[in-house]
């Protein structure tokens, strides 16, 4: 999770709300490291999960990522949940919940859905107070 952070705080002069992801292998290697990068791009995929599961499966070779462990700053939305089953992630651990679009737990629970094809372990709620001032600082500097 502290990966995951330094990658949320490493463009603070960007307009892109500072969310880190990273991937790590199943032998605890780190396959990838991303930030959210929606306005840098332009791209409303651009999230920093998605990200970081594009580098992943281009680093290992393939688009299965079973085994594999992603860290995200805060819990990821409908988009990013779908996209970490596609991939078979193994454990999701995020820091903060989003109340208002996560799909971890909090407004849904994608990742843990019975009805799909594979589901993810999730722990949430690591570092939380950390992941949560990165996003509070954010938004208070453009009030």
């Given at each position: 999770?502290?990966?995951?952070?330094?990658?949320?705080?490493?463009?603070?002069?960007?307009?892109?709300?500072?969310?880190?992801?990273?991937?790590?292998?199943?032998?605890?290697?780190?396959?990838?490291?991303?930030?959210?990068?929606?306005?840098?791009?332009?791209?409303?995929?651009?999230?920093?999960?998605?990200?970081?599961?594009?580098?992943?499966?281009?680093?290992?070779?393939?688009?299965?990522?079973?085994?594999?462990?992603?860290?995200?700053?805060?819990?990821?939305?409908?988009?990013?949940?779908?996209?970490?089953?596609?991939a078979r992630i193994?454990?999701v651990v995020f820091?903060?919940?989003?109340?208002?679009?996560?799909?971890?737990?909090?407004?849904?629970?994608?990742?843990?859905?019975?009805?799909?094809?594979?589901?993810?372990?999730?722990?949430?709620?690591?570092?939380?107070?950390?992941?949560?001032?990165?996003?509070?600082?954010?938004?208070?500097?453009?009030?």
């Amino acid at each position: 999770m502290r990966a995951a952070l330094a990658a949320a705080r490493s463009d603070a002069a960007s307009d892109d709300v500072p969310i880190g992801a990273v991937v790590a292998g199943p032998d605890g290697s780190v396959l990838a490291t991303a930030a959210n990068a929606r306005e840098r791009l332009g791209d409303p995929t651009a999230h920093a999960e998605i990200l970081a599961l594009r580098e992943a499966a281009a680093r290992s070779g393939s688009p299965n990522l079973s085994g594999c462990v992603l860290a995200v700053t805060v819990e990821p939305c409908t988009m990013c949940a779908g996209a970490l089953v596609l991939a078979r992630i193994e454990r999701v651990v995020f820091g903060c919940w989003e109340p208002k679009t996560g799909a971890a737990g909090s407004l849904w629970d994608v990742l843990r859905d019975r009805r799909l094809t594979h589901r993810v372990q999730v722990t949430g709620g690591v570092l939380a107070q950390e992941c949560a001032a990165v996003l509070v600082d954010f938004f208070a500097a453009r009030r």
